[in-house]
């Protein structure tokens, strides 16, 4: 699997650990290990850009995700050892450091565990999951909880 990060951001983060858990959370779905991932993190200004831009928001958000070949991206048991399947280009997550430590402030946990929780939602929503409506709101943070526990619980062995 393919994992491209760059941080364009000027915050001090742990990217290795950003890929880990992003490859943690794409292993555990199933994902082709052919797929392909961009992470890159950002300042407040150019997601504050990105954000308007691509969904009409104001001001900066955590995260935002890209889907590329969305109806091509092989996940679920058995389907990432198919012979012969192509790459898949899953999409890019972009990730801002600065509204992260600010919300890791708020729950009550340190910025890097904010960028994990952010990464997992972004696989996640690159996957096809959302949070809309209450229901998949419900699936997708239950699914995302537990891919950041057995992401941990690899780490603290």
């Not at 048991?77 to 198919?82: K, R």
Request: net charge negative; hydrophobic share 45%.
């Amino acid at each position: 699997m393919s994992i491209e990060i760059a941080n364009e951001s000027g915050a001090d983060v742990d990217t290795d650990a950003v890929l880990a858990v992003a490859r943690h959370a794409l292993d555990e779905m199933g994902v082709n290990q052919l797929a392909e991932l961009s992470v890159l993190l950002v300042d407040i200004d150019y997601m504050a850009e990105l954000n308007h831009r691509w969904m009409g928001g104001d001001g900066p958000t955590d995260v935002l995700a890209f889907p590329m070949d969305e109806g091509s991206v092989d996940h679920g048991p058995g389907e990432n050892a198919a012979a012969g399947a192509e790459p898949a280009l899953l999409g890019d997550i972009v990730l801002c450091p600065e509204v992260a430590a600010k919300q890791a402030v708020t729950a009550g946990h340190s910025t890097a565990d904010e960028l994990h929780l952010l990464t997992v939602h972004g696989v996640l929503h690159l996957l096809g999951y959302d949070h809309a409506e209450p229901e998949e709101e419900r699936e997708m943070f239950a699914l995302q909880a537990r891919l950041l526990a057995s992401w941990r619980s690899t780490r603290s062995r």
